[in-house]
């Protein structure tokens, strides 16, 4: 009886999987390419229902190998789809109507894995096998279990290090014949394109050795010897110095804060340098060797070499730094067809720096370079330079950490005035345009720089900007910051600007007269006392007349508007009375009557002093406190901070003040002064000086 009914089932199962077939009406090429479906037992029991992770694992794993058949033979194909009304019984369901789960069919077949048999029954997709998540389970519910080791942090560039490689000790090239030699170059190139790991100061010590010999070999050899400079060598030695130099920049060791600053932070070294070092050097002297040939070399120090160069100006080592600006210079002299890419390119990196960034390591080193370019331009300038000046240079001024590359650029800026004085109107109203505000120390900087401006300017172009120009300087006496005070009366002790003051006096001096008047007095600092009156005796000195006119202007001046407020005062206090007779007397319940402020004081010509007298009395000696007066009885002037001036302890060295206590300084950053660092950057030597320079740029 259950042998009949087992029967009857299997014949209705097949009945309605026909008619279902029939409707879904599946395509011609699915049907013959489908697997053929595997026998049922109908004598052993159908599988329990397991979890969808466990099913999907037995159905990978079993994709993988090939399954027994009834009658012994194997099949490259996997388990193939069950109809769904037998997958329907094989699951306890309360409603009849609900659709069957999917069935995910996995096979090796290329077939299997088109779109149009990537489907179920139903003719939805089928679901992709999950990994396993087995390994998660034993872990506590609320945390991330973590896999594996976290990765070390990385304190050198990120170098792709090869996998772990004994290299050889080479025989020397002295020891081998010169036949052979060209071929041992190779080699040696060879074993130095291995790198290693230097986060690990202990690992691999043998290789690192037997790498820095060959390089010192490599370097002596190739500055030695002639003609072994061949075509075969040009490729080697560029993909050496690729693989040892190019890598990804870390991130800078203080991302969010404020940027690097020389004179309180240190810099963090390269630990690979050992090696670097070598290798920058080696390639200068391929590049300035008499052999060397820019046309066969053309093939490989191309605009990507260039570009991927100009990628670590950005390393934190100032080292390197410098061993870049030097590579840089002598690719940009050798190559002349690189010439125009290279300036493009820094002119990127400077866009980048200005609206996007503001923060790059290597800003100062490119302009050193540019520096020596603008040295050699042809004249008259191109257009494309006078862009460079004023759409790059010019806009560098507003970064805030300007001190990092400020003598470089205001170089730069020097150099295209000598070349062309017709810029010096644009160069002055554009620094002008940038002028800082509220950062005093900056505002020194543009006072410093103007100075060097004015120093080559023309006196054509000098009237041309005078009064724009003097109007920020007497915004600058006026400052109560000390440093911009006595940095802007500095230009009176510049000869040469003197003489174009003397030229335009009458225009300067109602200009400056103001403030210098106001500060001859008001000032806090008695140092910008002193170089008040010397400024004033100067110009009285140079044309009395014009001066006598200047204070009488100024007198009547004082004597308008200390006038205007009293009749301003007045007619205040008119309007009041006129109000009150208005109301007759009678004000509003909650009206609170104010007394009337103060009137100013009255006119009077005698409050104004005549300059001419306290200066003919040399009132510059004024009497001064005793609390002011040093041991000496000299007066005790406040400083400017040295800045980069100040002297740098020894290392190892303990300081301390004659009271004997220690000496405080201010440091920003809270690394300790490590000795290591500050003997490696003392050890340090640029070729510059040593590798002979390229001819003239232009």
């Not at 670590?312 to 002598?330: A, G, I, M």
């Not at 004597?559 to 208005?582: G, I, M, P, S, T």
Request: one cysteine or more; a negative charge.
């Amino acid at each position: 009886m259950k042998g009949l009914k087992k029967t009857l089932l299997r014949s209705k199962s097949q009945d309605s999987s026909s008619s279902k077939n029939k409707e879904s009406k599946p395509s011609a090429t699915a049907v013959a390419n489908a697997a053929p479906a595997p026998i049922l037992n109908s004598n052993k029991p159908l599988p329990q229902p397991t979890s969808a992770v466990a099913s999907l694992n037995h159905l990978t794993n079993n994709s993988h190998h090939s399954l027994p058949t009834s009658n012994g033979s194997s099949t490259r194909s996997a388990v193939s789809s069950i109809p769904a009304p037998n997958a329907d019984r094989r699951y306890s369901a309360p409603d009849r109507a609900t659709p069957a789960p999917p069935i995910v069919v996995v096979s090796p077949d290329a077939a299997a894995e088109q779109p149009d048999r990537l489907m179920d029954t139903a003719g939805g997709p089928l679901t992709p096998p999950r990994a396993n998540l087995n390994r998660l389970r034993p872990g506590p519910k609320d945390t991330i279990p973590m896999v594996g080791k976290p990765p070390r942090k990385q304190r050198s560039s990120r170098f792709v290090v090869t996998e772990k490689v004994d290299i050889e000790r080479l025989p020397p090239f002295l020891e081998t014949p010169p036949s052979e030699r060209p071929q041992l170059f190779i080699k040696k190139l060879h074993q130095c394109a291995v790198l290693f790991d230097f986060n690990d100061t202990n690992a691999e010590l043998k290789g690192k050795q037997i790498k820095t010999q060959t390089l010192h070999e490599m370097l002596e050899y190739i500055s030695t010897q002639r003609g072994v400079i061949t075509e075969t060598i040009y490729p080697e030695v560029v993909k050496m110095f690729a693989t040892n130099l190019f890598r990804s920049i870390p991130p800078p060791v203080n991302p969010t804060g404020d940027a690097f600053d020389p004179e309180e932070d240190e810099p963090v070294l390269e630990l690979a340098w050992p090696h670097l070092k070598i290798v920058y050097e080696f390639f200068l002297r391929f590049v300035e060797s008499p052999d060397f040939n820019t046309n066969l070399a053309k093939r490989y120090i191309d605009q990507n070499f260039v570009l991927n160069l100009l990628e670590l100006f950005d390393s934190e080592d100032p080292r390197e730094r410098d061993f870049l600006k030097t590579t840089l210079h002598r690719i940009y002299g050798k190559f002349l067809n690189l010439r125009a890419p290279i300036r493009r390119s820094i002119n990127n990196v400077f866009f980048h720096f200005i609206y996007e960034t503001e923060r790059h390591n290597g800003i100062a080193e490119l302009l050193e370079i540019l520096g020596s370019i603008i040295n050699g331009f042809a004249l008259p300038l191109k257009e494309e330079h006078k862009t460079f000046l004023m759409r790059v240079l010019i806009p560098l001024h507003k970064v805030k950490s300007l001190s990092m590359y400020h003598p470089q650029l205001a170089y730069c800026v020097v150099q295209f005035l000598e070349k062309d004085a017709a810029l010096a109107e644009d160069v002055v109203l554009g620094l002008l345009k940038f002028w800082p505000k509220v950062n005093s120390p900056k505002e020194v900087m543009f006072l410093s720089e103007m100075e060097e401006v004015l120093d080559v300017i023309d006196p054509v172009e000098f009237q041309k900007i005078q009064v724009p120009l003097f109007q920020q300087l007497a915004r600058c006496i006026n400052s109560q910051h000390f440093q911009v005070a006595e940095r802007a009366l500095m230009y009176w002790n510049n000869e040469y600007i003197v003489n174009l003051m003397s030229d335009n006096l009458a225009v300067i001096l109602p200009i400056v007269f103001p403030a210098l008047y106001a500060n001859s007095r008001s000032h806090w600092n008695r140092t910008i006392h002193g170089m008040v009156y010397n400024a004033l005796k100067l110009f009285m000195e140079i044309n009395p007349d014009l001066f006598d006119d200047a204070m009488q202007q100024y007198k009547q001046r004082k004597l308008e508007e200390r006038q205007h407020a009293v009749d301003r005062y007045e007619e205040w206090q008119n309007l009041r009375e006129k109000a009150l007779k208005n109301c007759g007397g009678k004000l509003p319940p909650n009206f609170v009557d104010h007394l009337p402020t103060p009137p100013p004081p009255p006119v009077d010509d005698a409050d104004i002093m005549d300059l001419t007298i306290d200066l003919n009395a040399v009132s510059i000696d004024a009497e001064v406190p005793l609390n002011e007066l040093d041991e000496s009885g000299i007066e005790r002037v406040p400083m400017a901070d040295p800045g980069l001036d100040r002297p740098f302890p020894e290392v190892g060295v303990e300081h301390s003040s004659p009271g004997g206590a220690h000496v405080h300084s201010r440091r920003k950053s809270a690394l300790p002064v490590d000795p290591t660092v500050l003997r490696d950057l003392q050890a340090h030597k640029s070729l510059e000086d040593t590798v002979a320079p390229s001819s003239a740029m232009r």
